[in-house]
């Protein structure tokens, strides 16, 4: 069984992984937005946003696993 206090470090790893992902994401639409008004092309970064969406998606779905495993040694 999961212990409470494994699960809630895994969180808080999850949380910050998750923060840092956005923050990630953030700053490559910035910079990808920058070089489309450049002329320059785009496709690369707009995979690897694609990839980080994605990546990012499963990430909350791994955070959401976390708080049912957490529910769980609660009861």
Known sequence: MPDL????AALALADRHIAE???RI??????TKE???AGR???TP?????????TLDQWHV???LILDAIARCER
């Open 46 to 54: 707009e995979r690897l946003l694609l990839l980080m969406r994605e």
């Open 5 to 8: 206090q494994q699960e809630e």
């Open 62 to 64: 791994h955070r959401r």
């Open 26 to 31: 953030d700053a490559l639409i910035e910079r």
């Open 21 to 23: 992902g956005e923050q």
């Open 41 to 43: 092309d785009t496709t």
């Open 35 to 37: 070089s489309e008004a």
